[in-house]
């Protein structure tokens, strides 16, 4: 996929395994705009999520417009409207008005890490500005580094040095350090595709990541799929039948005590407003409607799979269930299906095995398999324009909308709807797994 464009980043107001993208949320009282903010995150070396870059876009268009202070208003209002369990940072591409106006200030400084991009000239008014940001705790990266000396004034405020790995040599970047050497900031390496260039960075001295490498599985062609992993594989085929078959879902539940316990978990939970708790698999499958159910099952089955994973992975299987879901209706398909659907295209992630090894064990329909590997069915289009948001492919997700009848606000509304939705239930997982189920308080369905 494309990195955004040189006149898109450099506007950016606001911009690693996985990247989410979204517009304004559908509750908001303006009509929404066309435009569209992504975040991208960045991680450790074991692949932990350490904060999320933001991305912003207006309109149609592929270069920023408008006013930019403006813009980097909104896009910290959309970012302030999210809910974030994991109490995750961000980091914030700023423009010099955004610094020097105190725009910034918005954010609270424990949550945010102003990024100062490679086109800003450190002058007077604009130094002053950052050190007294800094003064009140604010952090600052320097985007795209680069070993020119003009670029120097920056290096005493720098917390982060963001390095392009794709534009840098190695004596580009070997340049860089020496620059930096004396200063306690932690390297970022942007725009990793690989894992030979992951190694190279870590072995440079760079401690962050970011890039599509990180989105991308490594799936190793000879792992088979672990035997407990054919249970939820069962599971989801069952849920895939219209009407499912209740004493199938209850026997594959009970079969996993990990399932059983989290589907119990999401039946108590607060905002499912029952009077006496749910202390049977039976029960809690029997209260809600079979749409629910398969919304309910969907995010056990998630939360089981991907066990010690990034909550990045799992965030991104509970947007796409979501964002298919809430597409349904517009396509004619049923929502409880398009829900599987989404979580059904994160398989090989969320299973540690290839896809067609997947779907050769997975008895579902053809039409479901074939909407998997990418043909050009609506089912097929729902999940390219997912994976659009995901990448902030700004020109496909125009592309697709236009394609499956959609404004792009509509699309992006919808995916805010999704990010919303999946922060609940990540905010739901995170609660004490040692805490009974009937003592659940936490948002739910």
Same mark, same amino acid.
Request: aromatic letters at 6%; charged letters at 20%; glycine letters at 6%.
């Given at each position: 996929?494309?990195?955004? &464009?040189?006149?898109?980043?450099?506007?950016?107001?606001?911009?690693? =395994?996985?990247?989410?993208?979204?517009?304004?949320?559908?509750?908001?009282?303006?009509?929404?705009?066309?435009?569209?903010?992504?975040?991208?995150?960045?991680?450790?070396?074991?692949?932990?999520?350490?904060?999320?870059?933001?991305?912003?876009?207006?309109? /149609?268009?592929?270069?920023?417009?408008?006013?930019?202070?403006?813009?980097?208003?909104?896009?910290?209002?959309?970012?302030?409207?999210?809910?974030?369990?994991?109490?995750?940072?961000?980091?914030?591409?700023?423009?010099?008005?955004?610094? *020097?106006?105190?725009?910034?200030?918005?954010?609270?400084?424990? *949550?945010?890490?102003?990024?100062?991009?490679?086109?800003?000239?450190?002058?007077?008014?604009?130094?002053?500005?950052?050190?007294?940001?800094?003064?009140?705790?604010?952090?600052?990266?320097?985007?795209?580094?680069?070993?020119? /000396?003009?670029?120097?004034?920056?290096?005493?405020?720098?917390?982060?040095?963001?390095?392009?790995?794709?534009?840098? &040599?190695?004596?580009?970047?070997?340049?860089?350090?020496?620059?930096?050497?004396?200063?306690?900031?932690?390297?970022?390496?942007?725009?990793?595709?690989?894992?030979?260039?992951?190694?190279?960075?870590?072995?440079?001295?760079?401690?962050?990541?970011?890039?599509?490498?990180?989105?991308?599985?490594?799936?190793?062609?000879?792992?088979?799929?672990?035997?407990? %992993?054919?249970?939820?594989?069962?599971?989801?085929?069952?849920?895939?039948?219209?009407?499912?078959?209740?004493?199938?879902?209850?026997?594959?539940?009970?079969?996993?005590?990990?399932?059983?316990?989290?589907?119990?978990?999401?039946?108590?939970?607060?905002?499912?407003?029952? *009077?006496?708790?749910?202390? &049977?698999?039976?029960?809690?499958?029997?209260?809600?409607?079979?749409?629910?159910?398969?919304?309910?099952?969907?995010?056990?089955?998630?939360?089981?799979?991907?066990?010690?994973?990034?909550?990045?992975?799992?965030?991104?299987?509970?947007?796409? /269930?979501?964002?298919?879901?809430?597409?349904?209706?517009?396509?004619?398909?049923?929502?409880?299906?398009?829900?599987?659907?989404?979580?059904?295209?994160?398989?090989?992630?969320?299973?540690?095995?290839?896809?067609?090894?997947?779907?050769?064990?997975?008895?579902?329909?053809?039409?479901?398999?074939?909407?998997?590997?990418?043909?050009?069915?609506?089912?097929?289009?729902?999940?390219?324009?997912?994976?659009?948001?995901?990448?902030?492919?700004?020109?496909?997700?125009?592309?697709?909308?236009?394609?499956?009848?959609?404004?792009?606000?509509?699309? &992006?509304?919808?995916?805010?709807?999704?990010? %919303?939705?999946?922060?609940?239930?990540?905010?739901?997982?995170?609660?004490?797994?040692?805490? =009974?189920?009937?003592?659940? *308080?936490?948002?739910?369905?």
């Amino acid at each position: 996929m494309p990195s955004p &464009s040189a006149d898109e980043h450099s506007h950016c107001a606001a911009r690693g =395994p996985l990247t989410e993208c979204a517009g304004a949320p559908p509750t908001s009282k303006r009509a929404v705009p066309d435009r569209f903010v992504g975040r991208q995150p960045i991680v450790d070396e074991r692949c932990r999520l350490f904060g999320y870059e933001l991305l912003y876009r207006e309109g /149609a268009a592929q270069a920023f417009s408008g006013d930019p202070n403006e813009a980097t208003r909104e896009v910290i209002d959309y970012w302030l409207m999210l809910p974030h369990p994991d109490r995750s940072r961000i980091f914030l591409n700023c423009t010099r008005s955004s610094l *020097t106006q105190g725009v910034v200030r918005l954010l609270r400084p424990e *949550t945010v890490v102003l990024e100062i991009l490679e086109t800003l000239e450190p002058d007077a008014e604009l130094l002053e500005c950052c050190h007294a940001l800094r003064k009140d705790g604010y952090r600052f990266a320097l985007d795209d580094f680069t070993p020119e /000396a003009w670029r120097m004034p920056f290096l005493p405020l720098a917390d982060f040095i963001k390095i392009d790995f794709l534009a840098c &040599s190695r004596s580009r970047r070997r340049a860089i350090y020496d620059m930096a050497a004396g200063h306690a900031a932690r390297y970022i390496a942007e725009k990793i595709e690989t894992k030979e260039e992951m190694l190279a960075a870590q072995t440079e001295g760079c401690s962050l990541f970011q890039g599509y490498f990180f989105a991308r599985p490594i799936i190793v062609p000879s792992r088979r799929i672990p035997q407990n %992993h054919f249970v939820y594989l069962r599971l989801m085929a069952a849920l895939s039948q219209a009407p499912a078959d209740l004493d199938a879902v209850e026997k594959l539940v009970i079969s996993d005590a990990s399932l059983s316990y989290r589907l119990l978990r999401l039946s108590n939970s607060a905002l499912m407003g029952l *009077t006496c708790p749910v202390t &049977s698999v039976r029960s809690a499958l029997l209260f809600v409607g079979e749409d629910a159910l398969r919304r309910m099952v969907t995010v056990a089955l998630a939360g089981a799979l991907t066990g010690h994973r990034s909550p990045a992975l799992l965030s991104m299987a509970l947007v796409r /269930a979501r964002f298919c879901e809430l597409l349904a209706p517009a396509l004619a398909e049923p929502p409880g299906l398009l829900h599987l659907l989404g979580l059904f295209s994160l398989l090989d992630a969320l299973l540690d095995a290839p896809m067609p090894q997947i779907l050769s064990a997975l008895p579902i329909d053809c039409e479901m398999k074939a909407a998997l590997v990418g043909n050009e069915s609506p089912r097929g289009l729902a999940l390219r324009l997912v994976r659009g948001f995901e990448l902030c492919d700004w020109a496909a997700c125009e592309t697709l909308c236009r394609r499956l009848g959609l404004a792009e606000s509509q699309g &992006s509304a919808l995916y805010v709807e999704s990010l %919303h939705w999946a922060a609940a239930m990540l905010e739901l997982q995170a609660t004490d797994p040692a805490s =009974p189920p009937a003592g659940e *308080t936490r948002a739910s369905l």
